[in-house]
């Protein structure tokens, strides 16, 4: 059971970590019914639903999801097998089963971001967000964005890294007024 468990946190931190631009209390305020001490998303409209559809099919959402399922019965099986080291052979003909009974499964994350999305705007907004999307800027905004998240990203660890060092540099100095170099 511990294994799952660490399997699910696992799955929970890549999630995580793809919806880091969503604050953090947006998250807790209305993350999907079962996750850890959230409240249950309220109903939305199928118009709702199916604008968020739309906008998420026009940022080519699926992609960050696609692999999920293969992905967890990968790092499932590699969990057992850690500790079933002589039923590798079994694991991973088992692995090959249960990837195929669950496949298409990783739909549901698809459902819950349309939900989630509907929870955040309302019909209107989502309506008008999908005529912007369909603008010039929106096709350019979709166009671009992910290019400009990433070099963000990378400016945003080069930085980090670079602090660090200022940060070890205070540390030493400071440490070096007591009289003990580290």
């Known amino acids: 059971m511990k294994s799952l468990s660490r399997i699910l946190s696992a799955a929970g931190l890549a999630v995580g970590l793809a919806l880091t631009a969503v604050p953090a209390d947006a998250q807790q305020k209305n993350a999907p019914a079962g996750a850890a001490g959230a409240p249950t998303l309220k109903p939305a409209s199928p118009a709702a639903i ?24 990968e790092q499932t099986k590699n969990v057992l097998m850690q500790s079933n080291l002589n039923y590798q052979k079994d694991l991973n003909e088992v692995a090959v089963i249960v990837a195929k009974n669950l496949a298409g499964r990783e739909k549901e994350i698809g459902e819950g971001m349309a939900q989630v999305y509907a929870n955040e705007f309302t019909e209107q907004e989502l309506k008008d967000l999908v005529t912007f999307y369909k603008s010039p800027l929106g096709q350019k905004l979709l166009s671009s964005e992910p290019r400009a998240i990433q070099f963000s990203m ?15 540099g205070q540390f030493r100095a400071e440490m070096k007024k007591r009289g003990k170099e580290i």
């Open 50 to 73: 199916a604008a968020a559809k739309e906008i998420l099919a026009m940022k080519n959402a699926s992609a960050m999801y696609a692999a999920a399922v293969p992905n967890l019965v």
């Open 154 to 168: 990378s400016y945003m660890n080069q930085w980090a890294q670079n602090f660090a060092e200022v940060v070890n």
